[in-house]
């Protein structure tokens, strides 16, 4: 199973987000498109400060601010659909992601029709030193080129 978008660049959606509460009177939100991007999120660490709440920011920082704020770093977050077909065990055509969908609230909610087995939640986190680089000129950029983070996800086979 594949979460993310190698090929996404930008954030479509309102920032910052609408409250969940909300989501329920708009089909655009709970539509896999927005709960695809939604599920991607950039953590600024600050042990100093209040912590920020997971999937808050679904976009990568600027260096400014990671080298004034985030002094512990960056948590990318990557949450997985939970829900399955209950069929197919790689997706229509092997496409590793057909197969699952996300519940209309991201990481809790409905499954949408068509998926009507529930699955555990996964959560990725990975942490970034991008402090040890401030006053460094430059730019974080991943390693397929993308300097905005929305790739952040395993390439197509």
Not at 84 to 110: C, F, I, Q, R
Not at 118 to 128: A, K, V
Not at 132 to 153: H, K, Y
């Amino acid at each position: 199973m594949l979460a993310g978008d190698t090929y996404q660049r930008n954030f479509t959606w309102p920032v910052p987000d609408i409250e969940k509460s909300l989501w329920g009177s708009n089909s655009e939100l709970s539509s896999q498109s927005f709960l695809k991007q939604w599920a991607l999120g950039f953590n600024c660490l600050n042990y100093n400060a209040a912590p920020e709440p997971a999937l808050a920011r679904h976009f990568f920082p600027d260096k400014g601010f990671l080298d004034s704020t985030c002094t512990e770093g960056i948590r990318l977050e990557l949450m997985f659909p939970s829900c399955w077909d209950g069929e197919n065990l790689t997706g229509v055509n092997g496409d590793k992601k057909s197969h699952m969908a996300y519940p209309n609230l991201g990481n809790t909610g409905t499954c949408p029709e068509g998926f009507p087995v529930r699955m555990p939640q996964l959560f990725y986190e990975s942490i970034w030193n991008t402090y040890e680089f401030r006053d460094q000129e430059g730019q974080f950029v991943f390693a397929n080129g993308d300097p905005t983070g929305m790739c952040f996800s395993l390439p197509p086979e």
